[in-house]
């Protein structure tokens, strides 16, 4: 059985077909690259797998797990292992980071039947997966994401994920703005996290990233339907060519 | 103008009746001029009777369900250590005055241990037995021309706090004034009134908290505090309304700051049907700084008005508000933030902030910011935000597994924390934040679309 399956998905946005029938299946272990020009819909594919609701699915089906991910609200899917990094991620003043990710943890933890972790039990996890995003844990005390560099937030996004440990990490965008520096550490911590029952969603504009998170394929997305699939020498082919020649109706299916 | 006329003869009937009846046996009836003092302000409510919404001070705020209800004076009763513990703010405090239903009670009180140069007494017993040590003070700074309910509060001034802190003396713990309301047979009043004379160079920080034990009858707090803070002194004053849905509060808090003070007064409003919480302080010495400072949570249909009146009488002092909001099903927040700003008073810097979350279609809130500025070189600024709690904050909160609800709860404490970190008492913040997640809890556990009623025994329960 596949982690995920997506099948004949169409997604509307304030009345607005913006996915028009994707097909894909990504399985345990496997770091599939959505890559597409701007507008394609490949964000939206994200915040759909996420469950924001403002995302109205009018066809089609998404299993995660064997469950049925549409029926799940955003922290249902979260607890079953569904993690979004965002394009943006959300400033909100007031709550404390380190406050925050434990009780994202617990919330969880709880889902799953597991005991909650305490303040003492969090902190050694907490400062492991800080030396991995090489983070300072000043910036830990503050409120969440608040003042950030645009860097800064996108760490902490990854720091999450380490700290969460989902079954499917979806990446969109990660790697905008970043300069090369926190692009390698960023990239770091996601590589730490590859192994053979964890999948990755990598959604992104550029191949620059694919340098260092290498993924297993590459499918192309365009106006709103994936029109090539194939392993990571397509992300060089796109770097090479732009997505102008993709647009021509040669569409290939995603891999089945 | 006739037929309003006879409605207030008719209203000021029954707390004639009252005062009659008070003026004899009244605490400190044998002085003169607390006599006149009450006498002056009895006939000065009768005169201009209670506000109606066509005055401006009261345009958002309609309290003709208390002049329409005929209140007799609370009676007296006791309560047990054990009721009141609940009560209390845990961690040290310098001392604790408990008031049942407006009177002194001694036995549940503690005034122990007091520095030197720190008296703490009831109202009643310092009007007995030392008059001399009030009379400078009280009735000189609350406006009894101004607002009818600090007339009345004055005519019927008999209980409440007295706080003198000696010239260079530190407090370092707060001191709470409880005052605690049982059920009683019929709509009831008390009139606390509170004097805290901190002298110069002197540090203090006093807790007003206004509760109700047990059953729920129709109770009316009309309170008035006068704190008068010297020069360089730094005091802080804390207000907590967390009454049940049928009672009443006014309270007025007015504050005199000499030269170079630093005066803070943080309010939290979470109970009571209908509330007006008047701060008035008057920056009167050059170089003063005062902190106003609030937080109103509404549910049910309670009426929550923050009516914010900062005069700056001198050069060279800063004002700060901050006021947020959170209003839920059909409850009604007011906020006015008047700044006067006086023809001496140059190189004033007044800032007002006020921002507020409607968690439902039915809340409402007025905002209103009121600048009067007679001096040439000041600064003063004012903003007020209305909103919904942020979509995108909510989607990230739940994204990382936490639940709706609990996400929704995150953000309102978030929100309400801007608040609470003003707040310099580490005792005094606790406490009030205690008070907000257990309120919060219940808001989250009632139905959304739920009653007052609901939310009133709700409130009940998680007492």
């Known amino acids: 059985m596949s982690l995920l399956e997506i099948k004949n998905l169409h997604v509307n946005v304030d009345g607005n077909e913006i996915l028009k029938g994707i097909d894909l299946t990504v399985n345990a272990g496997e770091v599939h690259s959505i890559m597409g020009p701007n507008g394609s819909g490949k964000s939206t594919l994200a915040q759909v797998l996420a469950r924001r609701d403002a995302y109205n699915v009018t066809e089609g089906s998404i299993t995660f797990d064997g469950k049925d991910l549409l029926e799940m609200k955003p922290e249902t899917a979260a607890c079953e292992g569904v993690f979004l990094a965002f394009q943006y991620p959300v400033e909100i003043p007031g709550i404390g980071n380190t406050y925050f990710l434990r009780s994202a943890l617990n919330a969880q933890r709880k889902y799953r039947g597991q005991d909650e972790m305490d303040a003492m039990d ?36 990854i720091l999450q994920m380490a700290v969460l440990e989902p079954k499917l990490a ?5 790697d905008s703005g970043l300069d090369i520096d926190a692009l390698r550490i960023v990239a770091n911590g996601v590589n730490s996290l590859r192994n053979p029952k964890r999948a990755m969603l990598v959604v ?43 647009e021509t109706p040669q569409a290939v299916g995603a891999r089945a | 103008m006739r037929e309003t006329a006879v409605t207030a003869t008719e209203q000021v009937q029954s707390w004639l009746e009252n005062f009659t009846e008070f003026d004899k046996s009244a605490p400190g009836a044998k002085l003169a001029w607390l006599k006149r003092l009450r006498e002056d302000a009895f006939a000065r409510f009768c005169e201009a009777g209670f506000p109606t919404t066509r005055e401006e001070d009261w345009r958002f705020t309609n309290v003709s369900a208390i002049a329409r209800t005929v209140f007799r004076p609370a009676t007296e009763a006791k309560l047990t250590s054990e009721q009141l513990a609940t009560f209390c703010p845990e961690g040290k405090t310098a001392a604790t005055l408990v008031f049942v239903n407006g009177r002194f009670d001694a036995e549940l009180s503690q005034v122990s241990g007091l520095p030197k140069g720190v008296t703490v007494a009831s109202l009643r017993e310092q009007i007995d037995s030392h008059p001399e040590t009030l009379e400078k003070h009280l009735g000189r700074y609350a406006d009894t021309q101004r607002d009818a309910f600090v007339a009345l509060n004055t005519a019927f001034l008999a209980d409440g706090a007295y706080v003198h802190v000696a010239r260079g003396v530190v407090v370092e713990a707060p001191i709470i004034l409880l005052y605690l309301s049982t059920e009683e047979p019929g709509p009831a009043v008390t009139h606390p009134r509170n004097l805290i004379v901190a002298e110069d160079q002197s540090q203090v920080a006093v807790m007003e908290d206004y509760a109700s034990v047990g059953g729920e009858s129709i109770a009316f707090s009309n309170a008035v505090t006068e704190l008068i803070a010297g020069e360089s002194t730094v005091a802080q004053h804390y207000l907590i309304e967390r009454e049940h849905l049928k009672a009443f509060n006014i309270s007025t808090l007015r504050i005199h700051q000499g030269r170079s003070g630093n005066v803070a007064s943080h309010s939290l409003l979470l109970g009571g049907g209908l509330v007006r919480n008047n701060v008035h302080p008057v920056l009167a010495g050059e170089g003063g700084e005062c902190l106003i400072n609030g937080l109103f949570l509404g549910t049910g249909r309670q009426h929550l008005d923050n009516y914010m009146h900062v005069e700056h009488a001198s050069p060279h002092c800063g004002s700060r508000q901050f006021y947020n909001g959170i209003l839920d099903e059909q409850s009604h927040g007011v906020f006015h933030g008047r700044i006067v700003v006086h023809k001496d008073a140059q190189k004033t810097d007044a800032k007002q902030t006020n921002r507020n979350l409607l968690l439902s279609d039915d809340a409402q809130i007025d905002t209103k910011p009121q600048l009067e500025i007679y001096a040439d070189d000041v600064k003063c600024t004012h903003g007020a935000t209305i909103g919904q709690i942020e979509e995108n904050a909510l989607f990230y909160l739940q994204s990382r597994g936490i639940s709706e609800a609990e996400a929704r709860k995150l953000l309102l404490l978030a929100f309400a924390e801007e608040c609470v970190e003003r707040m310099h008492s580490a005792v005094a913040r606790e406490h009030i934040e205690g008070l907000i997640r257990q309120h919060l809890l219940f808001l989250e556990n009632a139905p959304h679309a739920s009653s007052g009623r609901v939310v009133e025994r709700a409130m009940e329960e998680a007492r």
Do not use: C
Request: aromatic share 10%; glycine share 10%.
């Open chain 1, 122 to 157: 969090f902190l050694p996890l907490f400062r492991e997966k800080l030396a991995l995003l090489e983070m300072d844990d000043k910036l830990m005390n503050r409120s969440l994401n608040e003042g950030f560099s645009g860097g800064e937030k996108k760490r902490n996004e």
């Open chain 1, 170 to 174: 979806v990446l969109d965008e990660t």
């Open chain 1, 204 to 246: 992104t504009h550029y191949q620059r990233l694919l340098d260092y998170i290498v993924p297993d394929f590459v499918h192309v997305l365009v106006d709103g339907r994936i029109v090539r699939s194939g392993g990571k020498e397509l992300a060089l082919e796109l770097e090479e060519k732009g997505y102008g020649w993709t």
